[in-house]
C-alpha cells in the first residue's frame, strides 16, 4: 500500500469512527504504528484532524436536524453540557457519548470557537496517549 493511500485510509477511518458509522480509527491506527507506516507525529495528526472534522460534522448536523426522541442519555448530555459548557466535548472520543454531545452541541448553538477547541482537544488527547502507549509497548518488547 502507498504512504498516500495508507494515511488517507487512516483519516477515512477517522472520520468515520466519529459517526456512528464504524470506523475502528485505534486499530488502524495502532497497526500503522506497528508497520511502522510513517512517522508516529504525522500518524497522530492525520487521525485528529480526521476525527476531529467527523466530530465537526456531528456538531452541523445537530445545527441542522433537530432531535426528536428523547432519551435518558440525551437528557444526561445536556445537562452536561449546560453544566461544564464546551468543555464537555473533552469526551467527544467516546463511543456513542461522544457522538451525542458533538450533536447536542450542535442543537444547542454553542459557540463554534470553544466547541472545536475541546472537540479537537480530545480527540487529540486520546490519539496522542494511545500512539504513547503503543510506542512504549513496542520498545519494552525489543
Known amino acids: 500500500m502507498s504512504d498516500a493511500l495508507a494515511l488517507f485510509s487512516l ?12 470506523g475502528n ?3 488502524v491506527l495502532v497497526g500503522m504504528l506497528l508497520a511502522k507506516v510513517s512517522h508516529p507525529w504525522l500518524l497522530v495528526l492525520i487521525a485528529t484532524m480526521g476525527n476531529s472534522l467527523g466530530g465537526a460534522t456531528n456538531v452541523i448536523l445537530g445545527r441542522l436536524f433537530p432531535l426528536r426522541e428523547k432519551s435518558r442519555w440525551q437528557d444526561k448530555a445536556v445537562g452536561w453540557l449546560r453544566r461544564y459548557g464546551a468543555a464537555t466535548l473533552l469526551l ?20 463554534w470557537g470553544p466547541v472545536l477547541f475541546f472537540l479537537c482537544l480530545g480527540k487529540a488527547l486520546r490519539y496522542v496517549l494511545l500512539a504513547a502507549a503503543t510506542l512504549q509497548g513496542m520498545t519494552w518488547w525489543h
Open 11 to 22: 483519516f477515512a477511518s477517522s472520520f468515520l469512527s466519529a459517526t456512528l458509522l464504524p
Open 92 to 111: 467527544s472520543w467516546m463511543p456513542v457519548v461522544g457522538d451525542l454531545l458533538c450533536l447536542l452541541a450542535g442543537w444547542m448553538r454553542i459557540s
Open 25 to 27: 480509527s485505534e486499530v
